[in-house]
């Protein structure tokens, strides 16, 4: 097992900031700052993918380097960047990397998952190549479509989050199925994550495999912070999709740690509630979410 | 709901062609031909990703247009296009974009899932942006992750093949699991897929929401074609992962249709068991697999 290992980066993190917030790099056009879409022809009805890139990685770039004294990491939603092409996947690269030289914990946000050989080449992508620190990762396959990237936990200090149970509507119609056995079929994944993650337990006592849960189901939620009680939660689902910090106190464990929760939307794109430049209104919605977490997590 | 519908332009490229078969594309550096390993520079040990992209380029375009006249359609692996990072997001596009010139029923697959809004982009990505005729996508979210995928099915003749049974070995661990009604996890992802299906019948009969079965459980893939008998099959774990034609008839309809069979080791690297071009091998290996399953599809 690698010496340094992903979770205790994760959560010395969180000491260190204060923070239990991950910044989402959720990049929208139609929703940049009027300044921005402006500065890149965004406005003009033939702008192409090169203005929108480009206007991405500034407005990017500036969210990074202003939240970062708030934040403890950032989850990059590669989706987003694949919708611009080529393109937009060498900005998610880019992007990758300059939150790493900023000292951010980079979660890719890919949830791929696929047979062992096809889930090699991924791990390669996105831990290798592109460099994040950890991956989202979707269970359907079982074990041997995701022992590429827990080769990557154990040997080179990389993270996964496993889907657990996530964050929309519709999660309840496979996660919430009920089987023989009395479970529903996000706590078998449950289950599976905790047996994932025996052998990579860091220092923090808690183990790289990690689970995404999503903060929307606070109740759930709860149950499995106890289900799972060495495994980090990655937590959608914060701002605009509706959770609030007090829903989200029972995901955090005793000590107010173990968990870190995600907002996108709500900090990228908070100067639309303020008359405050755009970057520094990300960093006030960021250090205020901040603060909420902290308190629910039993700290302040 | 769009005119030309995607079920009916594969059903039709399977009478046309008079083949099942779907060329998988997975490049891997290390298994191509050693004639272009040595002409793009392949067998220095600093070959750069230019050069692998290169090779990549001349191998997947003479592969396409070798088995052209042999196949339905291609599979797109994009993990294998990811691993070289943005360059080779970008022959991923390429390659989209040769394959539907050619007149092949493009498949890419992605194995997507996401909450709605990322579902979108990734939607726009690789429908949209990349043009393909369809996708693969992971049905771990729900019904709302999946919409804007169906909306393409419904307005833009797009196809979509939803993960019902894997063709990898864990796949039962999830997949297997009972449920309290007495269905396993993968039968209720199927009753899902034909209710998703049902407002997107064509001309044929099938729906353009079809499934992922894998053809390595022959006694499950037979029960799931009579389970969801308007669902086209993308049927992977021909050849190198162990299904033969033989284990395959019970996938097809009393038609002998309904179902396309995806090969990429077998083919691609075909050149290795003969003495012939490696583009003359992989045609014939095409050839041969054609030949095989429409006899297996009762039609011979």
Redesign the interface.
Known sequence: VAEDMFVDRLLSAIEKKRSHVVVGL?PDAAALPPTLRVKHGLEQGDADVAAVVGCYREFLSGIMESVEPEVVGVKI?I??F??????G??L??EMTAAAAHLGLVVIADV?????????E??A???LD??GADAVTV????????LEPFFRRVRDAGKGVFV?VK??????????D????T?AT?YE??AD?VNAWGKAVIGESGYSSVGAVVGGTHPDQGAALRTRMPTVPFLV?GYGA?GAQACDLAALFDSSGTGAVVNSARAILYAYKKTDADWAVAARAEAAQMRSALWAAAGRA
């Open positions: 959720d939603q989706a987003y694949e919708a611009l092409g080529n393109s996947y060498r998610y690269e949830k791929r998952g696929d047979i062992g050989s096809t889930a080449a991924y390669r992508a996105h190549h592109a979707n269970p359907y396959f079982g074990t041997d479509g889907l996530t964050s929309n509507p519709s999660s309840s119609e496979l996660q199925l009920r089987l023989e009395g079929v078998a994944v599976s959608p999709q």
